[in-house]
């Protein structure tokens, strides 16, 4: 028990008084003479004993009337002895308003967020004036890295609105009891109003703090339902004008219903565009593809949604793409290269390719700047130069095709002057020529390189000859085609931010059949379609993104700045040049769900999608025995948990934890009962 003002206490001293009035009788006796006294003598000795008692009676009474009365003015509190605090009249008070998307469930009493926006208040006008007010939300925004007055807590909680940050109750609690930890005359108090979503809500990652006491107030929604779509994704990595493409959709459903019609529309441009039906199974997800022709060429914005209720942050993902790409590819061509018309077929008529040739007598280095794929295509010689600036280009992500010169010109010199290239770039060591004629195996269509490119293969499928290749020492590379004895044909070395492909033989006709062969237009189509590196379909907000541009044309002097697409959000994002690409960052500047363009000197370079992050939509959620079971087993002793069920008990637990149980009013009332008691003793004892 503990006294709001401990002071008047040295009231207590006015209990002598009534003790001196006991001990004093100050009543003056009458004498009254008697002839024969011996009948008066025993009512005398009689009506002794009975005053004796009465007197007694009464100084109890007025002893007990004076204390309570003293104990009322000096306000007793009972606290629990693991609550106890420091001084009851100053208080400093944390309050975390989880203001995430799962709070937009509801209950018997409506939205979880308004609940918990009415508790919070029932929190505050549980406090005094002179106490300071802490508040916290997801968004950790600057302005409440302060304390507030009642007042002022009652009209910030109104400000409050739902927000796509998704916070760890780990960092609500470090960034809360770090600011409350710089005062520590007051006594602390945190209360945490929230859904306790297990995605979220880490409890027993907390680390005992026995300074502040903690109180969870968890609030649960009637159902715990939701229908969301996760991702998409294209099965072609490049999106063409006129073109069928198919769209993967992956839909979510965190319910225990069963979803029997459900729709997703798609929209590109505004215009809705094609319509997929699906059904699913109770806490599953389902895979739905989407068959669509692109009717504009450029840059796309489009989204896919569904229907559903009540949360619905997640029921549109936005994405964009360019129909217009191109992949710079540089070859750099030997002095008696004979495949050049092989390759001018095939890259030089397509509009996919920015289709760029070199002489390796006459290198400009400055094309390989912004390429994404470079053929080395039967050079004698390579140079130290050379070596070094595709050194840097493999660092850089750039990806390489080395096709070996014609070993009938001179094998042995080849293997000599390919030896220091092949080293420098990590590829196996050439050793000799095995003028064995072998046809290749059959491809794996199963092999991540061939996706899309076989339906099925033929068994009887007449495959390349290859009359001459060079052996290969053993490397962790991956083999593509192999030869019938087992050596390989084509390799794909992985590099840490490249890969390079090495064929083991000349392509041409002295050498091999394979630049008229049918395998030969889609093997170097997925090499360049693999090298091209496009940008994501979409981003997530406030996950710290960052946007890769080519740095062609952009600046640091002409910032690019970020533009909302269709309103008038502008913003310059922290950018840093890296390996020819800019890198623009973004953390926490953009907030809504939407399109939105990187635009440089009033053109567009680039069409973005940001979508909020998912991991609010799976409803799961702590139970209170969980919570109790957890505060249990990290002996949390400062933490306490309030039944959210019963509003009014919420209330009026609220009411306990902050300030006690207040005693004056019951020692008010025993006061005048003894009063009472006392009056009745001296009117109807005789």
């Known amino acids: 028990m503990m006294f709001v003002y401990p002071l008047f206490l040295w009231a207590l001293t006015a209990i002598i008084v009534p003790i001196i009035i006991h001990l004093f009788n100050f009543r003056r006796y009458k004498k009254v003479y008697f002839t024969n006294v011996h009948f008066l003598k025993e009512l005398q000795l009689e009506s002794q004993s009975k005053s004796r008692l009465k007197e007694l009676l009464i100084l109890l009474s007025r002893i007990?009337?004076?204390?309570?009365?003293?104990?009322?003015?000096?306000?007793?509190?009972?606290?629990?002895?693991?609550?106890?605090?420091?001084?009851?009249?100053?208080?400093?008070?944390?309050?975390?308003?989880?203001?995430?998307?799962?709070?937009?469930?509801?209950?018997?009493?409506?939205?979880?967020?308004?609940?918990?926006?009415?508790?919070?208040?029932?929190?505050?006008?549980?406090?005094?004036?002179?106490d300071r007010f802490h508040l916290i939300t997801n968004d950790f925004e600057g302005k409440h890295q302060r304390y507030y007055t009642k007042e002022d807590m009652l009209n910030e909680l109104n400000e409050i609105?739902?927000?796509?940050?998704?916070?760890?109750?780990?960092?609500?609690?470090?960034?809360?009891?770090?600011?409350?930890?710089?005062?520590?005359?007051?006594?602390?108090?945190?209360?945490?109003?929230?859904?306790?979503?297990?995605?979220?809500?880490?409890?027993?990652?907390?680390?005992?703090?026995?300074?502040?006491?903690?109180?969870?107030?968890?609030?649960?929604?009637?159902?715990?339902?939701?229908?969301y779509i996760d991702s998409c994704w294209f099965e072609s990595p490049i999106q063409q004008k006129g073109f069928l493409q198919k769209l993967n959709v992956l839909i979510q459903n965190k319910s225990q219903k069963t979803i029997d019609a459900g729709t997703v529309r798609l929209m590109v441009n505004g215009n809705q565009t094609s319509i997929g039906s699906f059904s699913v199974e109770a806490s599953s997800k389902k895979e739905l593809a989407i068959s669509f022709t692109i009717k504009n060429e450029g840059l796309n914005y489009a989204s896919v949604k569904l229907d559903d209720y009540p949360i619905t942050f997640d029921d549109e993902l936005f994405f964009t793409f360019n129909s217009k790409l191109t992949i710079n590819t540089v070859f750099v061509n030997g002095k008696e290269a004979t495949t050049l018309p092989f390759f001018n077929s095939l890259f030089a008529a397509d509009s996919l390719f920015n289709y760029v040739q070199l002489s390796e007598n006459a290198i400009d280095y400055s094309k390989f700047k912004n390429a994404d794929l470079i053929v080395l295509n039967e050079i004698n010689e390579p140079s130290n130069g050379l070596i070094s600036e595709l050194t840097k280009f493999t660092q850089k992500g750039g990806n390489i095709v080395v096709i070996p010169p014609d070993s009938y010109r001179d094998a042995k010199l080849n293997v000599e002057q390919y030896a220091p290239f092949y080293s420098a770039l990590g590829l196996p060591?050439?050793?000799?020529?095995?003028?064995?004629?072998?046809?290749?195996?059959?491809?794996?269509?199963?092999?991540?390189?061939?996706e899309g490119v076989f339906e099925k293969i033929d068994p009887q499928l007449n495959l390349p000859i290859s009359l001459q290749h060079y052996t290969q020492a053993k490397s962790s590379g991956q083999i593509i085609y192999s030869l019938q004895n087992g050596d390989p044909f084509l390799t794909r070395v992985n590099m840490q931010n490249a890969s390079i492909y090495l064929f083991s033989s000349s392509l041409s006709?002295?050498?091999?059949?394979?630049?008229?062969?049918?395998?030969?237009?889609?093997?170097?189509?997925?090499?360049?379609?693999?090298?091209?590196?496009?940008?994501?379909?979409?981003?997530?907000?406030?996950?710290?993104?960052?946007?890769?541009?080519?740095?062609?044309?952009?600046?640091?002097?002409?910032?690019?700045?970020?533009?909302?697409?269709?309103?008038?959000?502008?913003?310059?994002?922290?950018?840093?040049?890296?390996?020819?690409?800019?890198?623009?960052?973004?953390?926490?500047?953009?907030?809504?769900?939407?399109?939105?363009?990187?635009?440089?000197?009033?053109s567009v370079k680039q069409n973005l999608a940001f979508n909020y992050d998912r991991l609010e939509s799976n409803l799961i959620f702590h139970t209170l025995e969980e919570l109790k079971d957890i505060i249990s087993k990290n002996s949390l002793k400062n933490y306490s948990l309030i039944d959210h069920k019963n509003t009014s008990s919420v209330a009026k637990a609220i009411q306990l934890e902050a300030n006690g149980t207040k005693l004056?009013?019951?020692?008010?009332?025993?006061?005048?009962?003894?009063?009472a008691i006392e009056i009745c003793l001296i009117r109807f004892l005789k």
């Open 429 to 450: 060591a050439i050793s000799n020529l095995d003028t064995h004629a072998l046809k290749l195996n059959k491809p794996d269509k199963n092999d991540p390189f061939f």
């Open 509 to 602: 006709e002295k050498q091999s059949n394979f630049c008229k062969h049918a395998l030969f237009v889609p093997t170097f189509i997925r090499i360049a379609v693999t090298s091209l590196r496009p940008q994501p379909l979409f981003y997530k907000l406030n996950t710290g993104s960052t946007i890769r541009l080519r740095s062609e044309g952009l600046t640091s002097e002409a910032p690019p700045h970020i533009v909302g697409h269709g309103s008038k959000m502008d913003m310059i994002p922290e950018m840093r040049v890296i390996n020819n690409y800019m890198n623009l960052f973004v953390d926490k500047q953009l907030s809504l769900a939407g399109f939105y363009n990187v635009v440089w000197q009033g």
């Open 64 to 130: 007990l009337c004076i204390t309570l009365l003293v104990l009322a003015f000096a306000q007793p509190v009972f606290v629990n002895k693991t609550n106890a605090v420091v001084n009851v009249n100053q208080k400093s008070i944390g309050i975390y308003l989880d203001n995430s998307f799962s709070m937009e469930e509801v209950n018997k009493q409506g939205q979880l967020f308004e609940t918990a926006r009415r508790t919070a208040k029932e929190i505050v006008s549980s406090y005094g004036s002179n």
């Open 664 to 675: 004056w009013k019951w020692c008010l009332l025993f006061s005048l009962l003894f009063i």
């Open 161 to 227: 609105k739902i927000s796509p940050v998704v916070r760890s109750f780990s960092d609500v609690h470090k960034r809360q009891t770090e600011f409350l930890g710089n005062e520590n005359k007051r006594s602390q108090f945190i209360y945490a109003l929230t859904d306790v979503q297990k995605s979220s809500f880490n409890l027993e990652e907390i680390k005992n703090d026995s300074t502040t006491q903690i109180t969870i107030v968890p609030l649960e929604a009637n159902e715990t339902n939701n229908l």
